[in-house]
């Protein structure tokens, strides 16, 4: 009898990681799915490898934690890695319209917007998927974008860029409060660019 070692957690065996260079992003796919579908407390990791088709361990492997795979099936959504150089190409000058449009635009897309239901219903009770939403929302696309701009208090101001874009998805989507909910998308943008260009590019 042959002893075996145990396998580590997060370290799948070869034939998981084999599985071929599209698993993470199956895994991905699948997680964004799950929590759409399911909120936050009824995904889990055991779930979204098996809607992917994959080894839990290889799930931990990619994204280490359930929290960690909810935060990047959120910035599946939002790209900011590819949308911030492209909001900020113009300048100060028209940052609120683009980023009006780019936010709207998020939610106008029923595949994008799915995740983001999941999101922002789940962080009304979960500490975990509030904090998700605080880091990825604010940190890493609000305030980056006001910090580009060179503005003064630019924490500050994400905060606030932030909290008027929330609630009017909250209102939006999630509640539907008429007649916000049945708005043209063009009239909104209009509505709110120029307060978001007043927090994020006046002195």
Known sequence: MTDTA??????PARKDTESG??????????ARAEFAARGYDKTSIRGVAKAAGVDPALVHHYFGTKDEVFAAAVEVSFEPALMVPALLAGGPDGIGERLARYFIGVWENPVTRAPLLAVIRSALTHEAAAKV???????????????ELDVPDPTFRAELAASHMI???????VIKAEP?????????VAMVAPTLQRYLAEG
């Open 6 to 11: 145990p396998r580590r957690r997060g370290r």
């Open 21 to 30: 260079p599209g698993a993470r992003q199956r895994i991905l796919e699948a």
């Open 133 to 147: 939403l605080r880091t990825f929302v604010l940190r890493r696309l609000l305030e980056r974008v006001a910090e």
């Open 167 to 173: 609630g009017i998805a909250f209102l939006r989507y």
């Open 180 to 188: 916000l909910a049945s708005a043209d998308s063009e009239k909104i």
